[in-house]
């Protein structure tokens, strides 16, 4: 094992602070990766403060890594010294189960690991994030940055950025569809490029006014305000798809009655109870609500050469990581546009 600096928190009440931590020595099929940039996602403040249960402390959050590689194991083929990686959400998995063998390692049967608060298959020892210098991983979960996007940029897309895309890509939004994105934040102004990107006709669907001009800014072609009652009334029966990106309990009810016969809406943001739903709704219309996380692997590799192709990034407000406890303030009061990234080299 190897000892480097990170930043993490030792209890729920904690704030973040200086650590060091251990990484594993490289194996055979190993990556040394080290981290240049790391985003903030929700996650990482609901883990810290151990809102889901069953955060192990110390906590080293952070699975939004952009980075370069410094070595690779022995039987290493697909990196080399010097190439711009990512790593998201999941370190490795059973990579046997029927959910592996679909390239679906967020669904595996067995539990994926997690980056960061997970349990390492080879040292049995607790998974650490990305708020650290470096950080070592298995080949097949190491993916290619393309080197003409604003690498800085890069690193949300490694979970706001796929969380976002991968409901659109499985229900193949292409061009003539209307999609309407529910919620303006990190995950839904991502939603926004991708679904324009895709040739979408869309749709902004947001309580709050003062946000329509900035989601035109992200491609949003119209806007619509969900407290309108009458707005809505005049677009229910009228979108293929809706991405709800929502990340608190409320009523989806009212957007229910937006979707066309057999559309779908996808639930992405809400992890909790929601406001009770009218099943009538679903039955009279054959709708369907959904639930997607994140991609595996092969659909995240796929969304970050989709982003070469289209320029797609997030947008981002750069902090130094001794500015992480009141960018966890900011992000929990909304006061983010639309996603913080660390730069790492204020660690090292």
């Known amino acids: 094992m190897k000892q480097i600096q990170a930043y993490g928190t030792e209890d729920k009440n904690a704030k973040l602070k200086p650590l060091t931590i251990e990484r594993r020595e490289l194996l055979d099929n190993d990556v040394d990766i080290d981290i240049l940039f790391c985003g903030v996602c929700h996650s990482d403040i609901h883990s810290a403060h151990n809102d889901w249960g069953g955060t192990k402390y110390p906590l080293v959050p952070g699975?939004?890594?952009?980075?370069r590689v410094t070595k690779v194991g022995n039987a290493v083929k697909k990196y080399k010294e010097g190439d711009l990686v990512g790593v998201g959400c999941m370190v490795d998995s059973c990579q046997d189960c029927s959910s592996c063998a679909e390239d679906l390692e967020q669904y595996c049967e067995n539990g994926m690991v997690g980056t960061y608060n997970g349990k390492d298959k080879h040292t049995g020892k607790q998974t650490f994030g990305g708020y650290s210098t470096s950080i070592v991983v298995k080949e097949e979960f190491v993916l290619s940055i393309p080197e003409n996007l604003e690498i800085k940029a890069v690193a949300p897309l490694l979970c706001a950025g796929i969380t976002s895309f991968s409901p659109l890509n499985h229900w193949k939004i292409k061009k003539g569809d209307k999609v309407g994105v529910i919620g303006l934040g990190g995950l839904g102004h991502m939603g926004i490029k991708f679904a324009h990107a895709m040739g979408a006709e869309t749709?902004?669907?947001?309580?709050?006014?003062?946000?329509a001009e900035s989601a035109k800014d992200l491609g949003a072609d119209s806007v619509l305000i969900s407290t309108n009652e009458e707005d809505m009334t005049k677009q229910n029966g009228t979108f293929d798809f809706l991405l709800n990106t929502v990340p608190v309990k409320h009523d989806i009810n009212p957007y229910i009655q937006l979707l066309k016969r057999d559309a779908?809406?996808?639930?992405?943001?809400?992890?909790e109870p929601l406001e009770p739903m009218n099943g009538g709704q679903l039955i009279l219309g054959r709708k369907r609500v959904a639930g997607s996380l994140i991609g595996g692997i092969k659909e995240t590799q796929e969304m970050l050469d989709f982003c070469?192709?289209?320029?797609?990034?997030?947008?981002?407000e750069m902090i130094d990581m001794q500015e992480i406890n009141t960018a966890f303030e900011r992000v929990t009061s909304n006061d983010v546009k639309y996603r913080f990234v660390i730069d790492m080299k204020s660690l090292k």
């Open 203 to 211: 749709i902004m669907i947001t309580t709050s006014p003062n946000k």
């Open 63 to 67: 699975h939004e890594i952009v980075g």
């Open 264 to 271: 779908t809406m996808v639930l992405v943001g809400a992890i």
């Open 308 to 316: 070469g192709k289209h320029n797609i990034v997030s947008d981002i």
